[in-house]
């Protein structure tokens, strides 16, 4: 049956709309709050009950396919696990953000570490009635957690997430903002439009209602941190980091379905572009140490900032590099063997000549031959480790790790984990040629 809506009527419906987080019915239509009550959920969000549990560190993102075993139809995620520590008590964020062409979602499971049954502050959620082709229909309620979200510096929002379990919470991201929304048609409704497309339109409208802000927001962001208080009245806060090398690799695939996913190569103030999922890729080097040293040039060329690095410096630098990795390739497994310390079993090169001291550990290059200032300007850093178990004697050839220092100026996103490749001029597998 067909349904006109006036455009009186369209109002109507949209100041009773569900702005809960950014929960959906699976029924086409869009949900109406009502006034109802029931007992808060006990429910404690299982391991694993849509996905397997989040595998990446700590704030590090794994991107994972998720298939409806059901439909066969497969949705982009990525996790990882954040710290929720608050007033001295531990315990663990697990996070999964799914994209599609309209939405960025995070799905928030706490876990406790002290206390297993722990979950969110929760307030009583309301009945809802589900408009399905003029028929009205009641949902069961959800218990609500009422979070704060801030983006960057802006604005602390306080919103409202609803969930079946009591250690979950969403937070939802739409493409088009409120206002675009509602100028796109659904405040005004063309005479004799179909009940279902303006249903359509209405949910969307619900689902901007209770979103942080758009999806543009959340990848480009620097920081978004989302308070959840809890039960015992801690309030953790957890940090999600758009930027981070992990995350801008989810992204980028994201971006296949959503435009605003796309993020340009982000920039140090000097004009450094810190390495990421797209960058990384060009500066990988696996060969001989001399066609390494022949192309090492290039590489500090590409990857040098444009302002406080001269031409002089890069020839001076990679010289030197270039120098350094040809010398350390000479190391036979018999030289290596010949001067293994007895009790250690350390390799202790520089008896082998002075010039092979290099081969081993960090090297400040540009600090070493006087090329930069280190207040103001970046430096070129330099690591050798051979390949084998052993070191050297194992003759398998070597890592080459060159890569810049930071500026105190830097906003990129640096972990441990992520240091090498954030700053990096070239990561260089050199082969062995005897």
């Known amino acids: ?6 455009v009186p009527a369209a109002a109507a419906v949209c100041a009773l709309i569900y702005a809960a987080g950014w929960r959906s019915s699976s029924k086409p239509g869009i949900a109406v709050a009502v006034a109802a009550t029931r007992p808060a959920s006990q429910t404690r969000a299982p391991q694993g009950r849509q996905t397997s549990a989040p595998e990446s560190g700590d704030g590090q993102w794994s991107i994972r396919t998720a298939t409806d075993q059901m439909t066969g139809q497969s949705r982009l995620q990525a996790a990882m696990i954040a710290s929720a520590d608050s007033n001295g008590r531990h315990g663990n964020f697990e996070v999964t953000a799914t994209c599609t062409a309209r939405i960025l979602a995070f799905t928030i499971t706490y876990r406790s570490a002290f206390d297993q049954n722990l ?18 229909t009641m949902d069961t309620p959800k218990p609500h957690v009422n979070l704060r979200v801030r983006i960057d510096e802006g604005n602390v929002q306080g919103l409202v997430s609803a969930s079946d379990y009591r250690n979950q919470a969403g937070v939802l991201f739409t493409r088009h903002a409120l206002s675009q929304v509602l100028s796109g048609g659904a405040r005004s409704p063309v005479s004799g439009q179909d009940a279902k497309d303006v249903l359509g339109d209405l949910q969307e409208i619900g689902m901007a209602l209770g979103a942080a802000g758009t999806t543009d927001d959340a990848y480009h962001a620097r920081i978004i941190r989302v308070e959840l208080p809890l039960a015992n009245g801690d309030a953790p806060i957890l940090v999600i980091r758009p930027q981070d090398p992990s995350f801008r690799a989810y992204a980028s695939r994201c971006a296949a379905v959503d435009p605003s996913a796309f993020v340009s190569d982000i920039r140090g103030a000097d004009g450094f572009v810190f390495g990421s999922e797209t960058v990384m890729p060009s500066r990988l080097f696996k060969g001989t140490a001399e066609a390494f040293a022949t192309a090492f040039p290039g590489f500090l060329q590409r990857a ?9 410096t890069s020839r001076k630098d990679a010289a030197f590099i270039a120098q350094v990795v040809r010398t350390c390739s000479q190391i036979t497994p018999q030289m290596a063997l010949s001067v293994i310390e007895r009790n250690t079993g350390r390799e202790l090169l520089p008896q082998l000549g002075d010039q092979y001291k290099d081969c081993f550990g960090y090297i400040n290059v540009s600090g070493r031959l006087g ?16 390949l084998g178990p052993h070191g050297w004697r194992d003759g398998q050839g070597f890592w080459v790790a060159a890569y810049f220092t930071p500026l105190k100026s830097d906003r990129a996103m640096v972990t441990p984990g992520n240091f090498f490749d954030v700053y990096s001029i070239a990561r260089a597998m050199i082969l062995p040629t005897h």
Do not use: C, H, W
């Open 119 to 136: 979950g969110f502050q929760q307030t009583q959620g309301a009945s809802m009635v589900i408009l399905y082709d003029g028929i009205g």
């Open 371 to 386: 090329t930069y200032n280190k207040e103001t300007e970046r430096g070129v850093m330099l690591t050798i480790d051979p």
């Open 1 to 6: 049956m067909t349904l006109k809506v006036s």
């Open 304 to 312: 040098a900032p444009t302002a406080g690095f001269g031409a002089d």
